[in-house]
Nanobody, 120 residues
Framework: QVQLVESGGALVQPGGSLRLSCAAS????????MGWYRQAPGKEREFVAA???????NYADSVKGRFTISRDNAKNTVYLQMDSLNPEDTAVYYC??????????????WGKGTLVTVSS
């Protein structure tokens, strides 16, 4: 069994910054891609950013230049540094990870989400 737990969500003013974290734990053999998605009220879940085990990153156009994804492979943790936040970034942020378990079963796992609210 594998669990992903996000943290760091909060209420922040426009123009502010937040850093989200997501730690994976459990029966983990390896993790390939880790990423972040978000779902705003009344909208579908959308891709935000992803990072491969070797460090290659990918971003949604809406966050390029403002968000930075990184990871600590030793800690099975992925981070999302969010700068220059605006109200359109308000959403529940979910992390996911492509995990191969110790029994060599590979699947994508999701966290339960952390709420980011950008408002004055």
């Amino acid at each position: 069994q594998v669990q992903l737990v996000e943290s760091g969500g909060a209420l922040v003013q426009p123009g502010g910054s937040l850093r989200l974290s997501c730690a994976a734990s459990g029966s983990i053999f390896s993790i390939n891609v880790m990423g972040w998605y978000r779902q705003a009220p009344g909208k579908e879940r959308e891709f935000v950013a992803a990072i491969a085990s070797g460090g290659r990153t990918n971003y949604a156009d809406s966050v390029k230049g403002r968000f930075t994804i990184s990871r600590d492979n030793a800690k099975n943790t992925v981070y999302l540094q969010m700068d220059s936040l605006n109200p359109e970034d308000t959403a529940v942020y979910y992390c996911n990870a492509d995990v191969t378990t110790k029994t060599y079963y590979t699947m994508k796992y999701w966290g339960k989400g952390t709420l980011v609210t950008v408002s004055s």
